[in-house]
C-alpha cells in the first residue's frame, strides 16, 4: 500500500505540523527511527528515539509531541502504541484469504460441527464430535481430537494439534506446531518402575487468548488446565498441567510453568523464567528473564534472580557479584600480609 503523509495522518486522526517536504509525498513503509527511508514513516515512543530524531532519514514521524531537530512532517497523536499499531496494520503485506470451506484432502469425523464461513486446510484430521465456530480457520496439517470445541473467529496455523476434550474460546490465535492438551508429565515409582499418572481432564483456552509457535499446553489430571481471556504467550513456552493462568497475562519465551500454578491477573514473565510447582503467583507481579521462582508470590511484586527475589535485593547481590574478583584479590593480599606478620612473630620468640 502506498498512502500519503497527509491521507496517513487523516487515518490515524493525527495533527499533521510542517517540516522540510510536502504533505503530498508518498510513505511506503514504516522503520525505525534509525533506519527508515525517506519514503518511511518512523514513530518515537521513548527519550532514546527522540535523541536519535535528529539524525533520521525518515518521510515523516510519529510522535506524541513536535520534537526539535527533526525537520520533516510530524504526526502528533495522543498514543504513539495505538497509532503505530494502525499504521502497521495499514502497510502490512496482502496475502491470500484462506478460502471458506473444507479442503478436499482434509479428513473429517462423525458428527463434527462447522459454523458458516469456517476454513479447514488441506491435510487436516479432525475427529469425532469436533465442534468449530463461524469464520475460524484450521490451517493445513492441523488435528483436533475428539469432541474438542473451537470457538468463532480464531485462527489455527499449521500443524496445531489439539486432543481430545479441549476448549478454545473466540478470537484465539494459535501459531505453527503448537501442541494443546497433551498428556502432562506426571509420574508415581511404583515397583521399581515410574508409573504414568492418569490425565483425565481437559484444556480451557479463553477469549483473546493468543498463543506463540511450538508451544505445548498439557491437560490436567482432573478438571482443567486454564488460560484467561487476553492472556499472550510468546514462542516455545511449557504449561504443565492443571496451570491456570489469570486474564492478560504476558509469558515472553521460554518460559516454564510447573504443575498446578496459578498466576494471577496480568501477571509478566520474562524469557526463560521457570515456576516452581504449587505456588501461586500474585495479580500484577512482574518476573525478570530467567528467574527461578521457588514460592508463592504475593501481589504487585517486582522479582529477578535465582532463586528470584525482590527486584532491590536482587540488585544488590549482582552488584555485590561484580565486586568479588576485586574483592578475592584484596582478600588474598591481606593472606599475605597476616602470614607475613605471624612469621615476624615467630622469630621473635
Request: hydrophobic share 40%; glycine share 14%.
Amino acid at each position: 500500500m502506498k498512502l500519503t503523509i497527509k491521507e496517513l495522518a487523516g487515518r490515524l486522526g493525527a495533527e499533521l505540523t510542517g517540516g522540510a517536504g510536502s504533505p503530498d509525498e508518498p510513505i511506503t513503509g514504516v522503520g525505525p527511527v534509525e533506519r527508515a527511508s525517506e519514503s518511511e514513516v518512523t514513530f518515537v515512543t521513548d527519550d532514546k528515539h527522540r535523541a536519535a530524531m535528529t539524525q533520521s532519514r525518515a518521510g515523516a514521524a510519529i510522535v506524541a509531541a513536535r520534537i526539535d531537530g527533526f525537520n520533516r512532517p510530524q504526526l502528533i497523536v495522543t498514543n504513539v502504541n495505538t497509532a503505530l499499531i494502525k499504521t502497521l496494520n495499514l502497510f502490512a503485506p496482502e496475502l491470500k484469504a484462506a478460502p471458506e470451506g473444507i479442503d478436499p484432502t482434509a479428513r473429517l469425523g462423525e458428527n463434527v460441527k462447522t459454523a458458516k464461513g469456517v476454513s479447514i486446510g488441506p491435510g487436516v484430521v479432525i475427529d469425532d464430535g469436533v465442534e468449530i465456530g463461524s469464520n475460524s480457520i484450521v490451517g493445513s496439517g492441523c488435528k483436533i481430537g475428539e469432541n474438542s470445541k473451537l470457538g468463532e473467529n480464531c485462527r489455527l496455523d499449521s500443524n496445531v494439534v489439539i486432543y481430545h476434550n479441549c476448549s478454545l474460546g473466540n478470537n484465539v490465535v494459535v501459531q505453527a506446531n503448537t501442541t494443546i492438551g497433551s498428556t502432562g508429565f506426571g509420574y508415581s515409582f511404583i515397583d521399581g518402575a515410574h508409573r504414568l499418572i492418569p490425565h483425565n481432564g481437559g484444556v480451557v483456552i479463553e477469549d483473546f487468548v493468543e498463543i506463540g509457535a511450538n508451544c505445548c499446553i498439557d491437560r490436567a489430571k482432573f478438571g482443567h488446565t486454564t488460560i484467561g481471556a487476553g492472556t499472550k504467550i510468546d514462542n516455545l513456552v511449557q504449561v504443565a498441567h492443571n496451570v491456570v493462568i489469570g486474564k492478560c497475562c504476558l509469558i515472553a519465551a521460554l518460559v516454564g510453568i510447573s504443575g498446578s500454578c496459578r498466576l494471577g491477573d496480568g501477571v509478566v514473565l520474562g524469557g526463560q523464567v521457570g515456576l516452581k510447582d504449587n505456588i501461586e503467583i500474585g495479580a500484577g507481579t512482574m518476573v525478570g528473564a530467567q528467574a527461578g521462582v521457588m514460592g508463592s508470590v504475593p501481589a504487585g511484586q517486582k522479582l529477578l534472580g535465582t532463586p528470584a527475589v525482590k527486584k532491590e535485593e536482587a540488585l544488590r547481590i549482582m552488584c555485590l557479584s561484580m565486586r568479588l574478583p576485586k574483592m578475592a584479590e584484596q582478600l588474598k593480599q591481606l593472606s599475605k600480609r597476616i602470614e607475613r606478620l605471624e612469621a615476624a612473630e615467630d622469630d621473635k620468640k
